[in-house]
């Protein structure tokens, strides 16, 4: 991410930075791959290792069925049913090596504790819902259609405006970054990239906790859940600065890119991670070629796993869509439209569909929580 700077920061790095009554703040280097890679430097009020308890590990591997059918398939996702907790609601479906797919549909904020993922940079979709994001680097609201972008180690909690809320989650176990080629050298987002500087909502509202007592944390790393009590608040920060922060973006703020004739998923394209993409299928207008096909064409996706989650809209290309719908185009087979679908797009003008599209490069493993969520007969669908 881009430099930003929030509260109180010394004049240099890794210098006397005192408290009004003289006492020292407490640095903390927040970094990637090491000391390699990006990074902010966090000011604490009390230092951040004070740890009081930790609890018996528990875990939350995705139990997989290692299903030898190659086939397409269907998960309807507003079938998970709604959890009181966050943690608890966070249902992984689909996974493999590089990334989990979840979703939760969780009714309560988090109350008295706080999570930490330290395997995976977190994208949290918006669905429904709203809220606000609280980490030690500040507070960001939140709402429909906005992505959440959370590295790996950060402590948050996620503050619901209601119980009614439906999350689109994908862990990654690498960093999740922008598309390379809509970068400059130096970082910045180009001229051609479908979202700028501006799209990007960064933390604000520092506000400073200093109280002491036992706060509960919950820390996930290799799929295992460890309950931990620290000294201190987690969000007892005056000040940072750096590279390494969570930030919003908002599905409706992406630019679509048309052109003539039918463009390819690559111009939907927002995140890019290590063995996968995230795409963003916005309300945009059709190809206007004179002879164009508003319809997707047929094709092959030899090399990955399309996965597409269904937000809103109408979708041209296929039929019975619900909201909250996940399709999986397994690499091998071919897909495209469903039948009719073809000749009806031809003369449209436009698309409302809103939509989340995941393509990794290594299949994509389905869990026991697809079992009650999985349309088993959508690989018919094609038929006439």
Not at 57 to 71: G, N
Not at 137 to 152: H, M, Q, S
Not at 344 to 368: N, Q, Y
């Amino acid at each position: 991410m881009h430099y930003y700077q929030l509260g109180q920061i010394p004049e240099k790095r890794h210098i006397q930075f005192r408290k009004p009554d003289g006492g020292l703040y407490f640095e903390e280097l927040f970094s990637t791959e090491g000391f390699s890679d990006v990074y902010s430097l966090v000011y604490h009020y009390h230092p951040p290792t004070q740890i009081k308890q930790i609890g018996d590990p528990y875990s939350v591997a995705p139990r997989l069925i290692h299903s030898e059918q190659l086939k397409h398939r269907c998960l309807h996702g507003f079938k998970v049913e709604p959890t009181d907790d966050y943690l608890e609601s966070r249902k992984p479906v689909l996974v493999n090596k590089d990334v989990k797919i979840i979703l939760a549909a969780p009714r309560k904020s988090f109350g008295d504790y706080f999570f930490k993922n330290a395997d995976a940079d977190e994208v949290i979709f918006i669905h429904v819902g709203s809220g606000v994001l609280k980490t030690m680097y500040g507070e960001i609201a939140f709402g429909y259609g906005d992505y959440l972008v959370i590295p790996r180690g950060t402590t948050y909690q996620l503050e619901f405006a209601d119980e009614n809320n439906r999350l689109f989650i994908v862990e990654s176990y690498s960093p999740i970054e922008f598309p390379k080629r809509y970068l400059s050298k130096t970082g910045q987002l180009m001229e051609h990239s479908p979202f700028c500087e501006r799209d990007l909502r960064k933390p604000s509202n520092l506000k400073t906790h200093t109280e002491v007592g036992e706060f509960k944390y919950f820390i996930k790393k290799q799929d295992q859940i460890y309950p931990y009590v620290y000294l201190n608040h987690p969000f007892d920060v005056v000040g940072w600065d750096g590279g390494c922060y969570p930030y919003a973006f908002s599905i409706h703020n992406f630019e679509p890119i048309t052109g003539r004739v039918h463009q390819p998923p690559p111009v939907h394209q927002t995140f890019q991670a290590a063995g996968f993409v995230i795409c963003s299928f916005v309300p945009r207008l059709f190809d206007y070629h004179p002879l164009s096909i508003p319809a997707p064409y047929f094709h092959s996706n030899i090399d990955s796993d399309e996965l597409l989650y269904y937000v809103d809209g109408d979708f041209m290309s296929r039929k019975h869509v619900t909201k909250g719908m996940i399709t999986l185009h397994p690499g091998g087979i071919p897909h495209g439209p469903h039948p009719g679908a073809i000749e009806r797009s031809i003369g449209a003008k436009e698309t409302k569909e809103l939509a989340v599209m995941v393509d990794t490069f290594r299949p994509l493993l389905m869990t026991e929580n697809c079992v009650t969520i999985e349309d088993d007969s959508y690989y018919l669908s094609w038929l006439p």
